[in-house]
């Protein structure tokens, strides 16, 4: 996971002595940032060095909490309009010329295929949105395997823009209070403290829970971070109100808080729930280097403030939101144009985004953070921020528009017909048979030169199953509904599609298979929820997949009682991320493999003893690389994204499964997707996936009937 904040801050001094500038806050950035940098870099000695987003929403919350308090102690009231002046001349102009630059770069060497996606991330980053938008990505069965965005760290950036706007708010409403009954003084103190702190307590409440039930809204969530933030806001609040610790246990709590922040750093990783418990300890080192930090005018330093304050800790951290906003994009475009990197080149790459970053600071940040006309009126900060802002999402609607490449993609032509386009069965021992002609309207004869790939790679995401977009095809969260009627709905014939994405992916053909053959189709399918009886493990959420339990047995009761149809048309893809129903242990290896068996044993009993016909179709080949985006790349030789049968990742199909089962059939139509050793990534005129393991729509109508021929001796 990518992840900074707090780096937006800048540690402008307050009126109250306690909150005056604080060096060390400006090493603690360095050590945030370094941490953050290393984890993105690879290093393998700091496998939690995300952590540094809690280091930077614990200094926020520090930091904005003293200026907000100081101003409401000292006058009654917050400024609200120069508050979110000096965030938008602090944050903005820097923010936005990366993503310009980003936008710009992206065009030329992010596959044209995700053009929409990236320009959709800069446009979602542009209005400080972005961690709702990768939350729900994060959640997002089709959004899940995507490739890294170049803006992902806008996230933490996007929280914290969230707390800016809220915060004050709170502030003000608080200060409001109390002057209109004349209560002025400690009331502050302590009646912030007590807001802060139940805040605080529900906060984290909620994220321990949504740790465990919905990990990415956990992470990428504000109201479930707000506890970091109210963390530093109640020791800007002791500190404003005079608590100071003595210099002997201020070197203790020092000493403690860098060891408990760098102990998370080495002990947590990436695999872990986060942030749950686990947060506690970055925060937890985090406040006790700042309380640590607190003291009284006349009061000497101790070792912690010394080292933090040093001056190679203090020019990094002052660089820290600018190396922040520079680091990530340079990764993930340098691996976008040159291929994965090594740990040495991601660690030379990091180090060399200090340049842009040094650039931006001196020529960009600092100027207009200073800028005495700005100063002076919030106003035209604002603007500033308000037109810099609009740029940004100008930058992305481009590139999410135009698609770089994808007019080309458009037009793209696929090469003179060769043996490659006569499809055959890669293990059968029969003579070898060309693919079979799906209809006269669709045909997959070999094209002249010059046909155009269809659907074009640029628009391969978008060519889903229309099941997906009438709500047919379940999310994840949903336990009920689905059961959508395609094909001849007057039919007297009934044929149910029962499974996950795998067996959404078929639906095109079944229901052009339907139409053609006086077919009603049924559709109850569920992305992750796959035909074989057991219980997944969500590892996006973290969790079992109980929604997909509860939604099978509806289904399998509703298909072998009143609404029995005359044929269940099963497929699946197999995975290891099962649950062990008896103990709730995630299982792996022999175990999960044996389990899948054992499910699909109590799906197909299911149905066999109920007098319903079941047909289990073997999975498609998964590529394992993304078909779509390969072929965006090579529009002018899209066999160079051909695959070898030898190198793509096994589907899992036991044919022994199925004895023993009356009315159980196997069918397999992988002979419509490889030919003797190569799986082809364009066949005939069609793409043949849209990413990494699923079938565009449009190839799978073609193969409306292929699949046809194979049920209509099923169907008597």
Known sequence: MSAVSGVGVSAETPATPHLAFRPDVEGLRAIAILLVVGYHAGLPFIPGGFIGVDVFFVISGFLITGLLVAEAHRSGHVALASFWARRARRLLPAAVL?????????????????????????????????????????????????????????????????????????????????????????????????????????????????????????????????????????????????????????????????????????????????????????????????????????????????????????????????WYLWHWPVLVLVAAWLGPQSVLARTALVILALIPSALAFRFIEKPIHHAPSLIASPRKSLVLGGVLSLLGVVAGLLLWALQGGGAFASTAVVATASESDTVRTPTSTASPTPLPQPSKAVALAPPKTGSAITPAPSKARADLPSIYGDDCHLPITATTGGACVFGDTASTTTIALIGDSHAA??????????????????????????????????????????????????????????????????????????????????????????????????????????????????????PGTDMAKCVSQHLDDPSACDLSTTTLSPTAFDIDLVKGFAGVTAIDLTDSLCSGKTCPAVIGTYLVYRDDSHLTATYATALATRLADALKPLLG
């Open 98 to 322: 990366v993503l310009v630059v980003v936008a710009l770069v992206s065009w030329f060497v992010i596959p044209a295929i995700d053009h929409e996606l990236v320009g959709g991330d800069i446009v979602a980053a542009s209005l400080y949105v972005s961690n709702i938008r990768f939350a729900a990505q994060a959640t997002d069965y089709l959004g899940a395997g995507r490739a890294e965005s170049p803006v992902l760290h806008f996230w933490s950036l996007g929280v914290e823009e969230q707390f800016y706007l809220v915060w004050p708010l709170l502030v003000l409403a608080v200060a409001a209070y109390l002057v209109k009954r004349a209560a002025e003084g400690e009331r502050l103190f302590r009646t912030l403290a007590i807001v802060l702190a139940v805040i605080g307590v529900l906060s984290f409440i909620g994220s321990l829970r949504l740790t465990t039930t919905a990990e990415p809204w956990a992470f990428f969530g504000t109201p479930t971070r707000a506890w970091e933030f109210a963390v530093g806001g109640l020791i800007a609040i002791g500190a404003a109100s005079g608590v100071a610790l003595g210099r002997q246990m201020r070197a203790a709590v020092g000493i403690v808080g860098l060891v408990v922040l760098l102990a998370a750093a080495v002990r947590i990783n990436a695999d872990m729930p986060y942030p749950g418990t686990a947060a506690i300890w970055p925060v937890l080192g985090t406040g006790l280097l700042l309380v640590a930090g607190t003291r009284r005018p006349d009061d000497a330093p101790v070792a912690t403030d010394r080292m933090l304050g040093a001056w190679p800790m203090r020019s990094i951290g002052r660089l820290s939101y600018s």
């Open 505 to 622: 992916q078929w639906f095109p053909a079944l229901d052009a298979a339907g139409k053609r053959n006086h077919w009603k189709i049924v559709a109850r399918t569920k992305s992750g929820c796959a035909a074989p009886d057991v219980t997944f493990y969500l590892r996006s959420q973290e969790r079992p997949y109980t929604e997909c339990d509860e939604f099978r047995a509806a289904m399998h009761a509703d298909l072998t009682g009143a609404n029995k149809p005359d044929l269940v048309l099963a497929t699946s893809t197999q995975t290891e991320s099962l649950v062990d129903r008896a103990t709730g242990e995630r299982l792996s290896g022999a175990a999960a493999q044996q389990e899948w068996k054992d499910g699909w044993k109590r799906t197909l009993s299911t149905f066999s003893k109920a007098g319903v016909p079941v047909v289990v179709l073997r999975d498609t080949p998964w």
